[in-house]
T-cell receptor, first 113, second 115 residues
Framework: NAGVTQTPKFQVLKTGQSMTLQCAQD?????MYWYRQDPGMGLRLIYY???????DKGEVPNGYNVSRLNKREFSLRLESAAPSQTSVYFC????????????FGPGTRLTVT | AQSVTQLDSHVSVSEGTPVLLRCNYS??????LFWYVQHPNKGLQLLLK??????LVKGINGFEAEFKKSETSFHLTKPSAHMSDAAEYFC?????????????FGQGTELSVKP
């Protein structure tokens, strides 16, 4: 199993450009999550999808949109990138029942100039 | 509301000496608690988890943590540090009653290991 995969690994955007970060998991997990990581701030939740067909805002959703394409895939879109969105983005997934740990992808490092 | 405070932003130890990374939490309900490790330019890996079974939890690579409800603490320890333990460590809480299984992260503790 590949676990949680993310593409791309690195990306540089100019202010105002748009892009979509892709995430897929092969563990048959129901719930998926998008986080951003900034120095000294831990990880902050952007959006999550508790199950296929549902999405909800997290702590820092402004400037982002998400799509739960199917059970495996959960994408994050920046419609008009801003320098404040320079960050490392992580996708994660979790089973619905039982223990609550999340499994993380390797991350996407995004720079907006 | 849930929150997590990691009491040290940076800890430095010598190889072979004990490691202590401190974490206090706040939770309205019965919490699940986790420690994750992140090596440089890598994703997050689960070290260990507490989910209301034994209060002393053993994880990978010789780490363990003790859940102390009276102190609202979940400190991470290791008897003898190895150079490969140098990384950033995150203490994480999740209320088992919360919808969506959301995790709340601490700010992280960077562990340095000197030869």
């Amino acid at each position: 199993n590949a676990g949680v995969t993310q593409t791309p690994k690195f990306q540089v955007l100019k202010t105002g450009q748009s892009m979509t970060l892709q995430c897929a998991q092969d563990m048959n997990h129901n719930s998926m999550y998008w986080y951003r990581q900034d120095p000294g701030m831990g990880l902050r939740l952007i959006y999550y999808s508790a199950s296929e067909g549902t999405t909800d805002k997290g702590e820092v959703p402004n400037g982002y949109n998400v799509s739960r394409l199917n059970k495996r895939e959960f994408s994050l879109r920046l419609e008009s990138a801003a320098p404040s969105q320079t960050s490392v983005y992580f996708c994660a997934s979790r089973r619905t029942s039982g223990a609550y740990e999340q499994y993380f992808g390797p991350g996407t490092r995004l720079t907006v100039t | 509301a849930q929150s997590v405070t990691q009491l040290d932003s940076h800890v430095s130890v010598s190889e072979g000496t004990p490691v202590l990374l401190r974490c206090n939490y706040s939770s309205s309900y019965s919490p699940s608690l986790f420690w994750y490790v992140q090596h440089p330019n890598k994703g997050l890996q689960l070290l260990l988890k507490y989910t209301s079974a034994a209060t002393l939890v053993k994880g990978i690579n010789g780490f363990e943590a003790e859940f102390k409800k009276s102190e609202t603490s979940f400190h991470l320890t290791k008897p003898s540090a190895h150079m490969s333990d140098a990384a950033e460590y995150f203490c994480v809480v999740s209320d088992r009653g919360n919808q969506g299984g959301k995790l709340i992260f601490g700010q992280g503790t960077e562990l340095s290991v000197k030869p």
